[in-house]
């Protein structure tokens, strides 16, 4: 059986390559469907995926920020950030609290700042950056530091000014820079600062005392509130969850759901349409090649009926078409992945000025390759299957007659 089988591959391989010109034509055939199907997939993974990935790693998109002022204690917040679909939350302080002026002795200039609240896991900042620590460690924006001719290390000189019993008083702080943020995490002037740096600032405003620093004041609260919170979602798929979870308890917060959704609206619809256009394409290829391998085998039937005369089996002879099939599957493929690849660098290259760099607007991974090879074989396999069932009508006494 194995021997016979051997035999049968190696008359289907002599067969295919003595009609070449036929077996070029279903080569032709097949890539002149095939490629553009890879090169319309490669354009909907490039730029659907693109913005995908540009939605995933856009912080931004992760952001859950409250509407208007709220009152919102400890307790709940450490109730929110423990969910698990939270990545990262801190309290917030007034917005018109949350300002400095800094001063620097490299710089003439003196820069009023927004502060922002962080801490560690801060999304806007890389990992490897240094957190803003207690009441005097800072990280400032690439705007800031440009503005202040500063760099990590440096001290800046930190001052705020409140009306307090009538008399107008100013305090000063030295701030040092634990690091630079990248343009991309605020592109105005700011700073990141702890929570601790925060509540400092709006106490010294609001006429408390904060004893870390020296500055008198009326005593503060025990239970302190905050008006608003950073938080950013785990995922851009926990987003929508989030919101109506606050909605349900009553928080009005605001989100980029609607870009969020309408792009992954764009991903299905793509995705559908790929696949209608893709299956349309697979079945008329089938058809016409096992049309064609139908054909093939009524023209040999002498031959194949000798070979079932000298002794090869029914499931023998089905291999014959199978083979051959094969063999215009896999170098089709082949054929159609030289198309793609070079109409995909004329592609990217016109391209290459409209997108961030690195980023490439039809790409295809490895596993499309494989996924492609493993489809067409199956379609031809598929279509073999009609040429198989005609050879297995075949008897030995047609190949007698013949003779």
């Known amino acids: 059986m194995i021997r016979n089988l051997f035999k049968i591959l190696r008359l289907a391989t002599r067969d295919y390559l003595y009609e070449w010109q036929m077996s070029l034509c279903f080569v ?54 423990e969910q698990p679909e939270v990545a990262f939350l801190v309290p917030r302080t007034r917005s018109i609290a949350a300002t400095i002026e800094l001063a620097s002795e490299h710089s003439s200039r003196i820069v009023s700042v927004e502060l922002i609240a962080s801490a560690s896991g801060d999304p806007l900042l890389a990992s490897d950056t240094p957190l803003p620590e207690g009441l005097t460690r800072v990280v400032i924006s690439r705007r800031t530091a440009d503005k202040l001719a500063v760099k990590p290390g440096d001290v800046l000189d930190g001052s705020l000014a409140r009306r307090y019993r009538g008399q107008q008083e100013r305090v000063h702080l030295d701030l040092t820079v634990a ?25 010294f405003r609001d006429g408390r005392a904060v004893p870390e620093l020296d500055w008198r004041g009326t005593q503060a609260d025990a239970e302190r509130s905050y008006p608003g919170f950073r938080l950013y979602a785990r995922s851009i798929h926990d987003v929508a969850g989030l919101r109506d979870a606050f909605a349900d308890v009553g928080v009005d917060v605001h989100t980029r759901v609607a870009e969020i959704e309408l792009v992954q609206r764009m991903d299905r619809n793509l995705t559908v349409i790929y696949w209608v256009i893709a299956g349309i394409g697979l079945v008329g290829v089938s058809l ?12 040999k039937r002498k031959q194949l009926s000798v070979l079932r005369l000298v002794g090869y089996r029914t499931r023998d002879i089905v291999w014959f078409p199978i083979v051959q099939a094969l063999f215009t599957a896999i170098l089709g493929w082949a054929l159609a992945l030289s198309i793609y690849f070079a109409t995909a660098r004329v592609i990217n290259v016109m391209m290459a000025a409209q997108v961030e760099a690195g980023q490439q607007v039809c790409l295809l991974l490895e596993v499309h390759y494989a996924i492609a090879l493993a489809l067409t074989c199956g379609a031809a396999v598929i279509a073999a299957g009609l040429a198989g069932m005609r050879s297995a009508r075949i008897e030995p006494s047609e190949g007698l007659r013949e003779l």
């Open 288 to 299: 016409s090649l096992g049309a064609s391998l139908w054909a093939n085998v009524d023209r």
């Open 28 to 81: 032709l055939g097949l890539a002149a469907v095939l490629g553009p199907l890879l090169v319309l997939f490669g354009l909907k993974f490039g730029i659907v995926g693109a913005m995908m990935d540009q939605l995933i790693e856009d912080p931004g998109n992760h952001e859950i920020r409250p509407v208007g002022s709220g009152h919102y204690d400890r307790a709940w917040l450490e109730s929110v950030r």
């Open 179 to 203: 690091a630079v943020a990248p343009e991309q995490a605020f592109s105005r002037d700011g700073a990141f600062v702890s929570v601790q740096l925060l509540e400092a600032l709006e106490d």
